[in-house]
């Protein structure tokens, strides 16, 4: 049906050629090259408008977004400190392991996953705990299409003089973030999600506080600790251990096409995508997880499979059958949901018609009574913005 191959699931998503070729720029030497040097701070700033971040600074380092989130804990968290973790999804739970791991104590809130926290469920766990020193929240919880109020979660956080923790990997670059002015202290994104560019670089911004803690908790690693960062890059221009140079040209060219677009209309352009993913999954019959739509990310959908309908077997039809990859979930979502992505440039009219004519296609040879021209329909009319 299809010949060319679409790949929408939530990350890793599609590369688009403007961002493999900024890869084949010719490397010199990131540690002796002044140019590069430049090259990086000029990147760091204009990263720094995706987190929102005129104080904080902002770090790019190699590897995958799990670097950056064991880096936020390993230099915040000593043995037997409390840190409340926010842990409505696979993600969020996460983080306590993550706590414990660095000896600390995490306090999970017991959220449910069907929708976004509740703030007063956070304030009622902050006054119990007032010796936290820390919250953690994800963003969007991709396993779940989760969406929580991160501005609300550090507000709440911040009255209590706790340090704010944040996973925005699925959501920088398409859904707005103001870390200063929110006070989320530290913000982890990923590469491969709404940039559309390769697993391998975290972007994090740190507040001053995070970093006064640092030096306090003084983390005794190497490759994680924000103070080399600080004492090489920040204080003698040096990057503390060599950087990927064609990955940083990746990210660089993918944080141009989203300035170049602008900020506003790439954030309009994600809420247009979630209405037309929304509208398909209804127009499918599916019921949507989260609940309501203001609870679920602008940049992934996720929805019930039918009873009956083996989660898999719709997945891998769609792939070999349609050329259309479409993402199931983890953990105990597992088998239960599946999950469009729409990030970067998968949020687009004609892609997520196209993965809901493919879905709605394997649904329909699956045996169930479906319409995917409906679906595919409703995506496209569902898309404004
Ligand atoms: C919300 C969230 N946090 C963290 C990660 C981990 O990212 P990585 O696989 O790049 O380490 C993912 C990856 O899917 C994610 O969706």
Not at 30 to 46: K, V, W
Not at 105 to 113: D, F, Q, Y
């Amino acid at each position: 049906m299809f010949s060319e191959r679409l790949i929408m699931t939530p990350g890793p998503t599609e590369v688009p050629y403007r961002v493999m070729m900024a890869m084949t720029r010719q490397e010199t030497n990131s540690d002796l090259d002044p140019d590069f040097l430049s090259f990086y701070q000029d990147l760091r700033s204009r990263a720094a408008r995706l987190f929102g971040a005129a104080r904080s600074r902002v770090y790019l380092m190699i590897g995958e977004a799990m670097l950056g989130l064991e880096s936020a804990i390993a230099n915040t968290v000593s043995r037997g400190d409390k840190v409340i973790v926010v842990d409505n999804g696979v993600y969020g739970d996460a983080f306590a392991d993550l706590v414990r791991s660095y000896g600390g104590v995490p306090v999970k809130l017991g959220a449910s996953w069907r929708r976004a926290v509740d703030l007063g469920d956070l304030e009622r766990a902050l006054e119990r705990n007032r010796d936290a020193v820390a919250v953690t929240v994800v963003h969007c919880d991709t396993p779940s299409a989760m969406l929580n109020d991160l501005a609300g979660v550090a507000r709440v956080a911040k009255s209590f003089g706790a340090l704010v923790i944040a996973d925005v990997v699925s959501t920088i670059g398409a859904v707005p973030l103001q870390v200063d002015s929110w006070g989320v202290d530290i913000a982890i994104g990923g590469s491969q999600k709404a940039l559309n560019a390769p697993a391998g670089v975290t972007l994090m911004s740190v507040s001053e506080e995070a970093m006064e803690r640092a030096r306090r908790v003084s983390y005794q690693g190497f490759y994680m600790s924000l103070l080399q960062w600080d004492s090489w890059l920040d204080s003698k221009g040096v990057f503390p251990y060599t950087v990927s140079e064609p990955l940083l040209y990746a990210v660089s060219e993918a944080i141009n096409m989203v300035l170049e677009e602008g900020l506003d209309k790439v954030y309009s352009r994600h809420l247009a995508a979630r209405r037309a993913a929304w509208a398909g999954f209804e127009a499918l019959g599916l019921r949507h997880y989260p609940d309501l739509m203001e609870h679920s990310s602008p940049t992934v959908t996720a929805a019930e499979v039918p009873e009956g309908v083996d989660e898999a077997r719709l997945r891998d039809l769609a792939w070999r059958k349609y050329n259309t990859m479409i993402a199931g979930s983890w953990g105990p979502l597992q088998g239960k949901v599946i999950r469009v992505g729409h990030m970067g440039v998968q949020a687009s009219p004609e892609k997520l018609a196209r993965a809901f004519l493919a879905l709605g296609s394997a649904m329909r040879d699956l045996g169930l009574r479906v319409s995917p021209e409906e679906a595919a329909r409703a995506a496209l009319e569902s898309f404004r913005y």
